[in-house]
């Protein structure tokens, strides 16, 4: 069974760095084709991918957040953490971990971690 | 970078009617690569359709998907309470906006 989890903190102020880790089980980062992608939902508004990563240490980036997004893996914790920089509260969301095959399809999601950024 | 537009924004329907939602590509996109995803208030997005037209495990078929190129569909072909939600197609990086499935 697939499971993700997304964790972190719930409030952050503004230039502040989010951290978010997302726990998952059921498969391994290791097996060739796996990769997590992070997703995030403003309050009301639509979807938008930010950041993957791959089995294989491939990294890829939102093109409009790149210079503020990088993400890693920990293949032996199961474990795939986001750091955004310099955050506003424009990046007030729901952030997602999902887990994506190679053809790019997001076949599982975690159930978010609402990030609010506030002074 | 693809831009994909779904309409309506908003579809209103009484339960056992049809849904058609439209998704349309400002470029050519690979089929294979072509999602749906349905969304309920406070729950995170559910896989549907992938490879434009395969249901997902455990989606009714209820539920199709169709389109190659530029123009995908999503159908419901009769409404259950549970299937009023807000549906999202993607390719790759790329999300619509959405369209919600609203009772009327």
């Known amino acids: 069974q697939v499971t993700l989890r997304e964790s972190g903190p719930a409030l952050v102020k503004p230039t502040q760095t989010l951290t978010l880790t997302c726990t998952f089980s059921?498969?391994?980062?290791?097996?060739?084709?796996?990769?997590v992608s992070w997703i995030r939902q403003p309050p009301g508004k639509a979807l938008e991918w930010l950041a993957r990563?791959?089995?294989?240490?491939?990294?890829f980036y939102s093109t409009s957040l790149k210079t503020r997004l990088t993400i890693s893996k920990d293949t032996s914790k199961n474990q795939v953490v986001l750091t955004m920089t310099n955050m506003d509260p424009v990046d007030t969301a729901t952030y997602y971990c999902?887990?994506?095959?190679?053809?790019?399809?997001?076949?599982?999601w975690g159930q978010g971690a609402l990030v609010t950024v506030s002074s | 970078e693809i831009v994909l537009t779904q309409s309506p924004g908003t579809l209103s329907l009484s339960p056992g009617e049809r849904a058609t939602l439209s998704c349309r590509a400002s470029?050519?996109?690979?089929?294979?690569?072509l999602a749906w995803f349905q969304q309920k208030p406070g729950q995170a997005p559910r896989l549907l359709i992938y490879?434009?037209?395969s249901r997902a495990t455990g989606i009714p078929d209820r539920f199709s998907g169709s389109g190659s190129g530029t123009d995908f569909t999503l159908a419901i072909s009769r409404l259950e309470p549970e299937d009023f939600a807000v549906y999202y197609c993607?390719?790759?990086?790329?999300f619509g906006g959405g369209t919600k499935v609203e009772i009327k």
């Open positions: 999902a887990r994506t095959l190679s053809s790019g399809i997001f076949d599982y």
């Open positions: 993607q390719h790759y990086r790329t």
């Open positions: 059921g498969f391994s980062l290791s097996t060739s084709g796996m990769c």
């Open positions: 470029q050519s996109v690979s089929s294979s690569s």
């Open positions: 490879g434009a037209s």
């Open positions: 990563i791959d089995w294989d240490d491939d990294e």
